[in-house]
């Protein structure tokens, strides 16, 4: 058996944070992580770009993209916020980049280089790191945690970190390990869902389409017929349905709408354009190209790599080998209501091992949230995926892992 004064448990991003800013409070700090090597996840982050965070200099503006977790977040961003993440990296050697959406990279674009200096950050302290070591009991009475077990190996502390992740991305080591010890310790653990997903379509247009990125559609979604919300952005069809950062965003709430009934969506191909000027602009089209077929000429009034999938739908509603001058008024308007709104019908939503992020885990009324310490056992400490915040895309839930993690780390040592 060996002691420490902590024992974090999960190497991964806030893992990472909380071992080595309690190290470098003093602890003597064991880290133990059940992959071969740290930050698994963190490697894959942002397409391997890593969005560390997102540059909103406002945290009321901030913590309002947590969704119902703003309130709880104040303290915890006061302690540890965007601008500490920024200094963090950048005093390590990492200059940050700020791109479209305020989300910030490492200028390198390499999710590695983040990965370095985190990992010189925990061995730089003195943490005692552990790979290859699966946790596989927690053994607790009222007093608290007492002792972890890897396989018969025994390890002991005076607090503890828990810091494993959630559910997405299950090939990086995040099973949901520690949603079950915490309902073992006696904590609520909300069901987890992928949250930040892309969407999973029927239509065959959309999918012919694979590889197409967009910017600046618009997308309004249905339940029932009946319109639910929209939302302007990019995004990306895929060979099973809708990805990119607008319909990341949005899946959370398609989720939602999927309790209700069947979900359609339309895609405006052109939001800032009205149908008047749009219907101008394919006229122009068409009288320089009158004696050519419409099949041929969809390429110039349609956005760029979208005219296999526009074709598709315009086959049911004429003859599209016509030449252009034998269009008819009618014909060209369903072509014009047609670029306003792409029909969709949304199967549901792709699964955890797709998930950016998946929701779930311990809500924040069982954790005091000035420190992450548990409420339910005295000498423990909840970071990063394991508690049950909501977030979008575009850095929110790394920075989310740096607060997090930071807290846990000063908690643990006071």
Known sequence: MESYDVIVVGGGASGMIAAGRAAESGARVLLLEKNKKLGEKLGISGGGRCNITNAEDDVRIFASKYGKAEQFLYSLFAQFGVKDTFTFFESRGLPLVVQARKRAFPATEKASDVLKVLESYVRKGGVEVRTGSAVTKIISDKSGISAVYCGKTEYRAKEYILATGSVSHPETGSTGDGFEWLRELGHTVAAPTPTIVPLKVVDEWSKVLSGTSLSFMKITFFVEGKKAFSKTGKVLFTHFGLSGPLILNSASAVADLLQEGTVTATIDAYPHTDLGALEKTVISVFDKNKNKALKN??????????????????????????????????????????????????????????????????????????????????????????????????????????????????????
Not at 321 to 332: A, L, M, Q
């Open 297 to 414: 000429i969809i390429k110039e009034v349609v956005p760029d790599g979208t005219h296999k999938g526009v074709l598709m739908l315009l086959e049911d509603k004429m003859d599209i080998t016509k030449k252009v001058h034998s269009v008819t008024k009618e014909e060209r308007k369903v072509l014009v209501c047609l670029l306003k709104a792409l029909p969709l019908t949304i199967e549901g939503l792709m699964g955890f091992d797709r998930a950016v992020v998946a929701d779930g885990g311990v809500p924040l009324n069982e954790v005091d949230t000035k420190t992450l310490r548990s409420k339910k056992v005295p000498n423990l400490c909840i970071t990063g995926d394991l508690l049950h915040i909501n977030r979008p895309s575009g850095g929110y839930s790394l920075q989310l892992c740096w607060t997090t993690g930071y807290v846990a780390g000063n908690t643990a040592t006071i």
